[in-house]
């Protein structure tokens, strides 16, 4: 069986220091990495048609979404996605950003999701804690989750987050017709109740964009 490989690059701006736990609950489908045979795709029979947005952290309506030429890279540029906790905000706080994005493939092809890559913000105080979730999948596939957290007391400080999904399988598509590929992350901050503040965001590489996502794709041939 030959598969599109989709790589996927989902780029943040951020800051971390300090103590951090990754957690990550995997389906593994039979599908190895190594098995993939590539090929190529005339960029002309694919169709990106475009992507929407939910949630707190991007409302419908306050994404952009720009395609390169050759129909490899989708960039997804946001409002504000960021959550604080403390210091009117609360104790606890929670946002989130769901992302669909609507590709026609042709007949014989299909995708794979192969990585996302992240850089985040997170500015702590002692005894607060922030989480960064995030789902990755076509539609009627499955999900894995990833979840990263930070306590304890953090500063103005980066952290870069690299989900290597082809080592676990991937994600695959659909062969040969529309499909939906769907990204779905959550903030989460909080603090205790003599805590003080508790910050976690995500940003652009670039600085011109609050937030950015970079999807790359790419496409072989399946039986």
């Known amino acids: 069986m030959k598969y599109i490989p ?17 957690s990550v609950d995997i389906e593994i489908e039979d599908l190895l990495f190594t098995d993939l045979t590539y090929d190529d795709l005339p960029f002309s029979d694919v169709s990106i048609n475009g992507a929407t947005f939910s949630g707190s952290g991007c409302p419908a309506g306050s994404g952009d979404m720009i395609v390169s030429p050759d129909k490899k890279s989708i960039s997804v540029l946001l409002d504000d996605y960021i959550v604080d906790a403390g210091d009117g905000s ?18 014989g092809y299909r ?12 500015d702590l105080t002692e005894g607060s804690l922030a989480e960064f979730t995030r789902q990755y999948f076509f539609s009627g596939g499955k999900s894995e989750t990833f979840q990263d957290s930070w306590s304890g007391k953090l500063e103005n400080l980066e952290v870069e987050l690299p989900d290597r999904l082809g080592a ?56």
């Open 168 to 223: 676990y399988g991937g994600s695959l598509s659909e062969c040969g017709q529309d499909v939906i590929f769907r990204s779905k992350t959550s903030l989460y901050a909080s603090v205790p109740h003599d805590g003080e503040t508790a910050f976690i965001a995500v940003d652009s590489l670039d600085f011109k964009s609050s937030a950015q996502f970079d999807y790359y794709l790419d496409y072989v041939v399946c039986d």
């Open 90 to 107: 609360g104790l606890v706080n929670r946002s989130k950003c769901d992302i669909a994005i609507s590709l026609d493939i042709p007949e």
């Open 111 to 122: 995708a794979i999701l192969m990585d996302a890559d992240y850089r985040l913000a997170v």
């Open 6 to 22: 989709l790589l996927l690059t989902s780029a943040f701006l951020a800051a971390c220091n300090g103590s951090a736990t990754v």
